[in-house]
T-cell receptor, first 110, second 114 residues
Framework: NAGVTQTPKFQVLKTGQSMTLQCAQDMNHEYMSWYRQDPGMGLRLIHYSVGAGITDQGEVPNGYNVSRSTTEDFPLRLLSAAPSQTSVYFC?????????FGPGTRLTVT | AQSVTQLGSHVSVSEGALVLLRCNYSSSVPPYLFWYVQYPNQGLQLLLKYTTGATLVKGINGFEAEFKKSETSFHLTKPSAHMSDAAEYFCAVTLDNYGQNFVFGPGTRLSVLP
């Protein structure tokens, strides 16, 4: 049982490039989320999904896209990277009372 | 809408001293409350949670927290700090509804001095 996995661990992008951050979970959780973590701001919700085929926006969705074709996978797409998207990104899946976090992806946009 | 505040972005204690990390929340209905710990370059790990029942909850690594509804607080304590407790701690709140999202506080970085 691997829990929540994320790839890559580190990524450097140039402004304007696009990329996909991968997230997978093997706990059969319906609910998954993407957060970004910036110093002094805690975790802010980007997008979330309550099941395959269902996604919705969180607090800071601009510049990001998600899809949920299977229960296991929840990729996050950066459409056109900007320096303001330099951050650490965490994927999580949850039960009703508990969230399980992946190890994070550290993204730098130059 | 819920919100979470954590007093003190950085707290320093001596090894063996009491750890007290403060968390206050605002919510229109009784919330579920959580403390997470994040060690350097790692994801978040659940320390403890309050959902219903006993207001004093015990977590891993000797930490505990008390839900005080009248003070809208959920402060985290540990009687005796250990060097390995140095990390960032996040308080979070959600409501009793599966569709509700978690809201996180800004975090408190705990340093433990020898």
């Amino acid at each position: 049982n691997a829990g929540v996995t994320q790839t890559p661990k580190f990524q450097v992008l140039k402004t304007g490039q696009s990329m996909t951050l991968q997230c997978a979970q093997d706990m059969n959780h319906e609910y998954m989320s993407w957060y970004r973590q910036d110093p002094g701001m805690g975790l802010r919700l980007i997008h979330y999904s309550v099941g395959a085929g269902i996604t919705d926006q969180g607090e800071v969705p601009n510049g990001y896209n998600v899809s949920r074709s299977t229960t296991e996978d929840f990729p996050l797409r950066l459409l056109s990277a900007a320096p303001s998207q330099t951050s650490v990104y965490f994927c999580a899946s949850r039960t009703r009372y508990e969230q399980y976090f992946g190890p994070g992806t550290r993204l730098t946009v130059t | 809408a819920q919100s979470v505040t954590q007093l003190g972005s950085h707290v320093s204690v001596s090894e063996g001293a009491l750890v007290l990390l403060r968390c206050n929340y605002s919510s229109s209905v009784p919330p579920y409350l959580f403390w997470y710990v994040q060690y350097p370059n790692q994801g978040l790990q659940l320390l403890l949670k309050y959902t219903t029942g006993a207001t004093l909850v015990k977590g891993i690594n000797g930490f505990e927290a008390e839900f005080k509804k009248s003070e809208t607080s959920f402060h985290l304590t540990k009687p005796s700090a250990h060097m390995s407790d140095a990390a960032e701690y996040f308080c979070a709140v959600t409501l009793d509804n599966y569709g509700q999202n978690f809201v996180f506080g800004p975090g408190t970085r705990l340093s433990v001095l020898p």
